[in-house]
């Protein structure tokens, strides 16, 4: 039996986690879920956007599940990562058959630090009118990001890792991350490119197929990562993975989506799709390509939610794709 701590948070979270809960509860795996609240609601309700019972919570348990938090994601999603010290944020983004998309042949791998860089919380307002923040990047961090990239390309047969800065105007904290990242990479025979991030943005959108593991700091993973998304059909399919030595935190690329929070129109795949990486986290890799498997078949068959060109609500999805499912 696996524990998983489930936070529901803010605005969609908790119809694309119900979602989840009810397609994981029917797969031959024995999971206990625990419900714990954090986020906006919570911070109204009780004090604390993230409660000490919920911090307890999640670092008892042998994964978490996250749904999206509002106004206090600094406060719940950026600390979570890391007081549970998970450094990897991990954005598959690729193409389905059957969404219609920029670039459907698209697949690649986000590999965002997850602890540092500008997410540090350092920032100040030195005099009226003056304010700085500070990036944060250290020979630590990078070389543990970069080792997991590699490792990762290597055990995915991936031919290349693309790491991404912007080492001309910050040379500094650049210089750090890519000098860890030559390092790293002396050690494995996959190849390595630097990619300034504004190019990469470009590359991103005009030939998204050359990309295959893009290694990056945390606020240039971030923006690329949404920027990724709109290339195979946007938020609603994109899963991440929080991942450290002894944690795991599993939750969908997408906000809070407040335009519709509550309409039943939120489509569940990202936030499933980070289920199926939980299972694999757990140790159940063969279920979670049978989730997977599932998904694709149910976006190809275009029962889908209508921001992909469908009518299907989110629980007429849902059951589309435990219909499918071996
Ligand atoms: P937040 O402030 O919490 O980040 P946001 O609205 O700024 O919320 P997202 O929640 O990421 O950012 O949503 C951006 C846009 O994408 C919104 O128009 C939203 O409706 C749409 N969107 C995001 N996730 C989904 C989803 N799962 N299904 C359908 N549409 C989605």
């Known amino acids: 039996m696996k524990n998983v701590a489930v936070i529901p948070g803010d605005g969609v979270g908790p119809e694309v986690i119900n979602a989840t809960e009810t397609v994981l509860s029917e797969m031959p795996v024995e999971l206990k879920f625990t419900e714990y609240p954090a986020g906006d609601a919570a911070l109204e309700d009780r004090g604390a956007a993230l409660p000490d019972e919920t911090l307890t919570g999640a670092r008892e348990a042998d994964a978490v599940l996250l749904g999206a938090i509002g106004d206090s994601a600094a406060d719940v999603v950026i600390r979570l990562r890391q007081e549970l010290d998970t450094f990897v944020n991990l954005r598959p983004i690729k193409g389905y ?34 304010t700085t923040a500070t990036r944060v990047i250290t020979e630590y961090a990078s070389k543990r990001i970069a080792r997991y990239a590699f490792d990762y390309a290597r055990s995915e047969g991936r031919d290349l890792v693309s790491a991404i800065h912007k080492n001309n105007v ?150 589309a794709v435990l219909k499918r499912l071996p």
């Open 170 to 319: 910050l040379p500094v904290t650049g210089g750090q991350f890519l000098a860890a990242v030559d390092e790293v990479a002396a050690e494995f025979s996959v190849e390595l490119e630097d990619v300034l991030v504004d190019a990469a943005a470009l590359h991103l959108v005009r030939y998204p197929r050359r990309f295959e593991v893009i290694l990056t700091t945390n606020l240039f993973g971030d923006i690329l990562s949404d920027l990724a998304a709109g290339i195979v059909g946007g938020l609603g399919l994109s899963p991440s993975a929080n991942i450290g030595e002894d944690h795991g935190i599993f939750e969908p690329v997408h906000g809070t989506a407040p335009d519709i929070a509550g309409t039943g129109k939120v489509n569940p795949t990202g936030a499933i799709l980070s289920g199926s990486y939980m299972l694999k986290f757990l140790g159940e890799g063969e279920l979670a390509k049978k989730l997977e498997k599932a998904v694709e078949k149910t976006l190809h068959e275009g029962k889908t939610t209508p921001d992909l060109g469908g009518s299907l609500t989110t629980a007429e999805m849902t059951e």
């Open 97 to 130: 058959p059957g969404v219609d998309c920029i670039c459907p042949e698209t697949d690649m791998v986000i590999v965002r630090e997850n602890t540092e860089c500008l997410y540090a919380g350092i920032e100040s307002n030195i005099a009226s009118g003056v």
